[in-house]
């Protein structure tokens, strides 16, 4: 029952200004709330801890060598 639809080559603005409009908590504070479930996740599934004050940093298909992925680092 979820649409999902791609986003490449940036973010997707309508996305962003419907998360900040949908509610009263400000969007760093909802960023970390979404994180903190998603360091829990990765916590049950793996066993590993993450601290929330790390920055987190995923691809969604694969990490290949054109996306310069070493410039990150």
């Known amino acids: 029952?979820?649409?999902?639809?791609?986003?490449?080559?940036?973010?997707?603005?309508?996305?962003?200004?419907?998360v900040s409009q949908q509610s009263d908590i400000p969007l760093v504070q909802a960023h970390m709330m979404h994180k903190t479930q998603l360091l829990a996740m990765i916590k049950e599934k793996t066993g590993v801890e993450w601290s929330p004050d790390v920055l987190l940093l995923g691809?969604?298909?694969?990490?290949?060598?054109?996306?310069?992925?070493?410039a990150l680092f």
């Not at 649409?3 to 200004?17: A, E, K, L, R, Y």
């Not at 691809?59 to 070493?70: A, D, E, H, S, T």
């Open 1 to 18: 029952g979820i649409s999902i639809q791609s986003v490449t080559n940036g973010i997707h603005i309508p996305t962003w200004d419907m």
């Open 59 to 70: 691809w969604g298909r694969r990490f290949v060598q054109y996306k310069r992925p070493l």
